[in-house]
């Protein structure tokens, strides 16, 4: 069978390019599978995009996304809440104000749990269809790209950094002194550039480094408050909305909030520059840039689509049934969803990259 069967004709003009329906295609590869969103903050693109993901791969999909309407309402923890809703569904997708919820709620699920945003933390599905974009534009090699706003409490650029990490990318920080980069992301990131220098060994690191030869040559860094200094530097703009909700003191929120605005004057200085954001956008990029060739972040939350079906279809899509027939074989129970609970699949919480990092050199 065809994985991803062409489903209709739609030339909804979503892509630049002839013929570019990715996301469009349907599948019954997920079939007779159900995905549980559970959203404890607010969402637009990350819940309906898993939602669209899940429904063009033939799969379908509980929601909970009002606290106020679910026993979350009357004081439910989120652990009850895991161990009742994994008996429903066969992934969950997690939203939540916490940190490290997703890895708490992995350790207690028995399907696997993506994380779709934990508090200030991470965000690493938007992270892939960030990296989905830039290789997109043919830019993942070789990169200088500037991460704006807010970097202390953005989890999509916590994410993201640590990924272009990987590609040996020039990352430049620029946000108000106030919400820099956290240490431990700036440290984790070092971390792999020492690693990855050791691993391959001095020269050869180096090498691979001055070629931009992508895939584990480290990051470089540059921090700065001022994006003007930077717009002529870069490739990319990545920039991201002050995250006012996360703020615990209102007044520290309004001595940044509007700190930066991407308009059509600042791309006057760089006329080939590709600005992205995760959105919502408040005020940080001005509306007139939307219909310049430079405005990217809607084709970006569009990949939102193809990417999350891929994520959906490899933890529960055909690896998954192979893996089954396997376990069947070898006279595993028949029951599905106890064959899956053994599968293993998503038990591993994810790990830093330091984490990674410290595991790889024992
Ligand atoms: C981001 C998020 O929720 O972290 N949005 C998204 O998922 N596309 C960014 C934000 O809220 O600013």
Redesign the pocket.
Same mark, same amino acid.
């Given at each position: 069978m065809e994985k991803f069967a062409r489903g209709r004709e739609q030339g909804r003009g979503r892509g630049e390019g002839e013929g570019e329906r990715e996301g469009e295609e349907e599948s019954d590869l997920l079939k007779g599978k159900i995905l549980a969103n559970l959203f404890y903050? %607010?969402? #637009? @693109? #990350?819940r309906l995009s898993f939602e669209t993901a899940m429904k063009r791969l033939g799969g379908e999909v509980l929601n909970l996304y009002s606290t106020e309407t679910s026993s979350v309402a009357k004081g439910e923890n989120l652990a009850d809440t895991i161990r009742t809703v994994s008996g429903y569904c066969d992934a969950i997708v997690l @939203?939540h104000p916490r940190e490290g919820a997703s890895r708490m709620a992995a350790s207690l699920a028995s399907v696997p749990v993506i994380n779709?945003?934990d508090g200030a933390g991470q965000?690493p599905t938007?992270t892939l269809l960030d990296l989905y974009t830039l290789k997109k534009e043919g830019l993942l090699e070789n990169l200088r790209i500037a991460l704006v706003g807010?970097l202390k409490y $953005?989890? #999509?650029v916590h994410s993201l950094a640590y990924a272009l990490a990987l590609y040996g990318a020039t990352l430049f920080f620029v946000s108000p002194e106030a919400l820099r980069m956290p240490e431990e992301v700036k440290m984790d990131l070092q971390a792999a550039g020492a690693a990855e220098a050791e691993a391959a060994g001095a020269a050869e690191a180096e090498a691979a480094g001055a070629a931009g030869a992508g895939a584990g040559a480290g990051a470089e860094v540059f921090e700065t408050s001022d994006l003007s200094a930077v717009v002529k530097e870069v490739d990319v703009l990545y920039v #991201? @909305?002050i995250?006012k909700e996360r703020f615990p003191d209102p007044a520290e929120y309004r001595k940044v909030a509007g700190a930066y605005r991407v308009t059509r004057g600042l791309l006057k200085e760089n006329e080939d520059l590709v600005i992205m954001h %995760?959105? %919502? @956008?408040v005020d940080e990029i001005d509306a007139a840039v939307d219909g310049t060739k430079n405005a990217r972040y809607f084709k970006q939350?569009f990949y $939102?689509v193809p990417v999350r079906m891929a994520v959906l279809s490899t933890l529960l899509g055909a690896g998954g049934e192979r893996r089954r027939e396997g376990e069947e074989k070898q006279g595993a129970s028949k029951n599905a969803r106890g064959n899956r609970r053994n599968s293993g699949v998503g038990e591993e919480a994810p790990r830093t990259l330091r984490e990674r990092t410290a595991d790889d050199r024992e």
């Open positions: 903050e %607010p969402s #637009t @693109r #990350t @939203r779709a945003g965000h938007q807010d $953005g989890r #999509t #991201t @909305r995250q %995760p959105l %919502p @956008r939350a $939102g």
